[in-house]
């Protein structure tokens, strides 16, 4: 999954300017940026995406990247990252770090040592300490990219069943292919019981929105199986569409799921697999 791609650019725009004082042009043109930043070794350095700002000759690149646990590689990646944005945009570039987890916030804020003297790179980071509470609806739909960081950096807060309801209505009220999107990555970013709780929300279908997000789990699921050919292809979707909603799968369900040759059961798994609260639920 593009994890840049989920967010519509004026929404990105407009959560940006919210949370940091950014010089991004107020108005003008907004496109995806190429997110791979390297030369040689695309893998070694890309970025989860990158948006680029241009009003006239006003440019801003912002590289962002969804840390979900601490990775001691990122530390070098992220100066790269930056200065061959900066060198093939010629402008300036900022990098902006979405955690939802608290501690992994505090090592992404830490100050990078460059080696060289007075340059040191400090991320501005996304998470619970600088997120406003939404639980507004009208709020959220003034700023709905800011609304969707409410919700995937406050896990742990005491009022995230009426953030998660909030955002859940507003999505509602907007374009139902980006609100699948926003939907899925709350899904992807949230842990937890706030996870389930967002879960069975969308498995009740009731918003058009939330029957193409299960739609689109089952058609991944559906089509990795058939690439990997009949009841080992549909084992395998089963597996993935469990991992690619943040479930944990033990290795006895695995096991389970893999040993298992009918393909009518399969098929029956692969589709509660959208709506189970756990990876153990799908046998009930």
């Known amino acids: 999954m593009n994890k840049v791609a989920t967010f519509d650019l004026g929404y990105t725009r407009d959560m940006l300017r919210a949370l940091f004082d950014l010089p991004i042009p107020e108005s003008g043109e907004v496109h995806y940026a190429s997110p791979d930043f390297s030369e040689a070794d695309p893998a070694a350095c890309r970025a989860d995406g990158a948006v680029l700002f241009r009003n006239g000759e006003e440019k801003f690149g912002v590289i962002l990247e969804t840390q979900r646990a601490r990775d001691k590689d990122k530390i070098y990646a992220w100066l790269e990252y930056i200065a061959n944005f900066r060198a093939r945009e010629k402008c300036p570039v900022c990098l902006i770090v979405i955690c939802p987890r608290r501690r992994v916030a505090r090592w992404a804020l830490r100050a990078i040592e460059t080696g060289h003297p007075e340059l040191r790179l400090i991320p501005l980071v996304i998470y619970s300490d600088n997120t406003p509470v939404i639980t507004d609806?009208?709020?959220?739909?003034?700023?709905?990219?800011?609304?969707?960081?409410?919700?995937?950096?406050?896990?742990?807060?005491?009022?995230?069943?009426?953030?998660?309801?909030?955002?859940?209505?507003?999505?509602?009220?907007?374009?139902?292919?980006?609100?699948?999107?926003y939907a899925r990555y709350i899904s992807m970013s949230l842990y937890g019981t706030a996870q389930k709780e967002w879960e069975r929300r969308m498995s009740t279908m009731t918003y058009p929105y939330q029957g193409e997000y299960a739609e689109s789990l089952l058609a991944e699921g559906e089509a990795r199986g058939k690439a990997r050919g009949e009841a080992q292809g549909e084992a395998k979707a089963v597996l993935y569409v469990l991992e690619d909603r943040g479930l944990v799968v033990s290795d006895q369900v695995r096991e389970r799921v893999m040993a298992c040759q009918d393909e009518a059961i399969l098929r029956a798994w692969l589709r509660r697999a959208i709506v189970v609260e756990s990876a153990k639920a799908l046998f009930d």
């Open 137 to 181: 609806v009208a709020q959220a739909l003034e700023n709905i990219g800011l609304a969707i960081m409410s919700a995937v950096t406050k896990s742990e807060d005491p009022q995230i069943n009426a953030i998660i309801a909030a955002v859940e209505q507003a999505l509602y009220r907007i374009d139902p292919g980006k609100a699948w999107r």
